[in-house]
């Protein structure tokens, strides 16, 4: 009797340690998955954009889920491009330097912008109306931020509402393998 009394609790012992194994082992995949989940709210996409006189960057598209609209985001490094003493300190400049022409020729900002911080650069950010080459309207936010005497620009643009769109492009440029890329870019690597 006493023989499978022992061979019954060798045999929860044992159950209960793979369970806990096993939930061990669950956990960060399921942490991982969610993790390539968020990943996926953004897609890689060619740069749509001619060549001019600055390299191309990177292009994102992001859909409705996520973004509450389609929204596509541009980033790219201008560099030798800024005030080098005082960086990006004004909407005009925004307004000049972050590719907004490259959408349309026809855009107006919606308000005033903010400043912000992009990959621990200082900047500013501000929302705009576009009308497309087929007449329909897009919100749009451009981004300028600076390091030194150059720019790092990033433009979004969709059919979704601009504070939407501004909280998921920040979101996204703030991501760890963005916020590489971009320090990366700035260094000219």
Same mark, same amino acid.
């Given at each position: 009797? %006493?023989?499978?009394?022992?061979?019954?609790?060798?045999?929860?012992? +044992?159950?209960?340690?793979?369970?806990?194994?096993?939930?061990?082992h669950?956990?960060?995949?399921?942490?991982?998955?969610?993790?390539?989940?968020?990943?996926?709210?953004w897609?890689?996409?060619?740069?749509?954009?001619?060549?001019?006189?600055?390299?191309?960057?990177?292009?994102?598209?992001?859909?409705?889920?996520?973004?509450?609209?389609e929204?596509?985001?541009?980033?790219?490094?201008?560099?030798?491009?800024?005030n080098?003493?005082?960086?990006?300190?004004?909407?005009?400049?925004?307004?000049?330097?972050?590719?907004?022409?490259?959408?349309?020729?026809?855009?107006?900002? +919606?308000? &005033?912008?903010?400043?912000? %911080?992009?990959?621990?650069? &200082?900047?500013?950010?501000?929302?705009?109306?576009?009308?497309?080459?087929?007449?329909?309207?897009?919100?749009?936010?451009?981004?300028?931020?600076?390091?030194?005497?150059? +720019? +790092?620009?990033?433009?979004?643009?969709?059919?979704?509402?601009?504070?939407?769109?501004?909280?998921?492009?920040?979101?996204?440029?703030?991501?760890?393998?963005m916020?590489?890329w971009?320090?990366?870019?700035?260094?000219?690597r």
């Amino acid at each position: 009797m %006493r023989r499978w009394l022992v061979i019954a609790s060798a045999i929860v012992a +044992l159950g209960a340690l793979s369970g806990a194994a096993a939930y061990q082992h669950i956990a960060p995949r399921q942490v991982e998955q969610k993790q390539d989940e968020r990943k996926g709210d953004w897609q890689e996409i060619a740069w749509p954009f001619s060549r001019d006189g600055w390299p191309a960057g990177k292009a994102f598209r992001c859909g409705v889920a996520a973004c509450g609209g389609e929204v596509e985001l541009y980033v790219r490094p201008k560099m030798g491009f800024c005030n080098c003493d005082r960086g990006v300190t004004d909407d005009d400049e925004v307004d000049r330097v972050a590719d907004l022409d490259l959408l349309s020729a026809h855009f107006a900002p +919606l308000a &005033p912008g903010d400043v912000v %911080r992009v990959a621990d650069m &200082p900047g500013r950010i501000r929302a705009y109306d576009l009308i497309m080459s087929d007449g329909s309207r897009h919100a749009a936010i451009g981004v300028a931020v600076s390091r030194r005497c150059d +720019l +790092l620009v990033a433009v979004a643009h969709g059919s979704g509402d601009a504070p939407e769109m501004r909280r998921a492009a920040l979101a996204f440029l703030a991501r760890s393998e963005m916020t590489r890329w971009v320090t990366a870019a700035m260094e000219g690597r």
